[in-house]
Nanobody, 126 residues
């Protein structure tokens, strides 16, 4: 019943920035955990960033720490991914995801999320 729609993807030069948005709808009690994943051709889906809706606690994969920031707008039921200092290896389809996670996790895993958006393409050129 949770629905997610991503926007904000596009093409950018290396070193540039993009801000991805994920609008959500449906019962808020069905999820307490929001995340961003990415998947490049021929590769597994990778967890990029995640946040707990209740306390704002965040988690990032090592390759984006210091460059990406996940945030939420509770009034708009939206989650964002600010991506700075983009690199060609950041090129991928980016997906917003929602789930329920009662544990303090060390990794952002697809199995912790039950609902997914359609994805938005991010292409970084050198």
């Amino acid at each position: 019943q949770v629905q997610l729609v991503e926007s904000g993807g596009g093409s950018v030069q290396a070193g540039g920035s993009l801000r991805l948005s994920c609008s959500t709808s449906g019962p808020t009690y069905t999820r307490n955990y929001m995340g961003w994943f990415r998947q490049a051709p021929g590769q597994e889906r990778e967890g990029v960033a995640a946040t707990y809706t209740g306390n704002g606690r965040t988690l990032y994969t090592d390759s984006v720490k210091g460059r990406f920031t996940i945030s939420q707008d509770y009034a708009k039921n939206a989650v964002y991914l600010q991506m700075n200092s983009l690199k060609p290896e950041d090129t991928a389809m980016y997906y917003c995801a929602a789930g329920w996670n009662t544990q303090w996790v060390l990794s952002i895993l697809p199995g912790d999320f039950s609902d997914w958006g359609q994805g938005t393409q991010v292409t970084v050129s050198s």
